[in-house]
């Protein structure tokens, strides 16, 4: 199994960034196999949708509006409403998996990995690609 830890800034806004381009980069010349990423944090997940067309920012504002970020959760500590950043990961997986065909990610024409992150007390994260060869 081939492994790397990438380090991450999200910021300090709710955001979707974009890792399609670090994950192919992670596969070429490997290939058929099975990619994975995941984001061993309690506050963010992993998605595989469109971007640049808004849809990316949509699934953020979509969230906000299952998860609010309000005084209504019983995990209390860090900024108002973060006890929403701990339900993302119900919602959001926290990893996905992606075949590889001959070095190259298995993804339709517009899909993308992004990491979901809605969780402003933690501007940075850490994503953990892995390759099986298959």
Do not use: C
């Amino acid at each position: 199994m081939k492994t790397e830890l990438l380090v991450v800034r999200t910021g300090s806004s709710r955001s979707a960034t974009d890792l399609t381009a670090e994950a192919s980069a992670f596969v070429r010349g490997e290939g058929d196999g099975l990619f994975n990423v995941f984001v061993p944090h309690a506050t963010a997940g992993v998605a595989i949708i469109e971007t640049g067309a808004g849809s990316d920012h949509d699934l953020i504002d979509i969230l906000e509006d299952l998860v609010p970020h309000e005084d209504r959760y019983r995990h209390r500590h860090g900024s108002f409403g973060h006890g929403a950043d701990h339900v993302l990961p119900g919602i959001v997986s926290p990893s996905t998996a992606v075949p590889v065909i001959a070095g190259r990610l298995g993804l339709g024409t517009w899909q993308s990995i992004v990491l979901i992150d809605t969780n402003v007390d933690n501007p940075e994260r850490r994503v953990r690609f892995t390759f099986i060869p298959g």
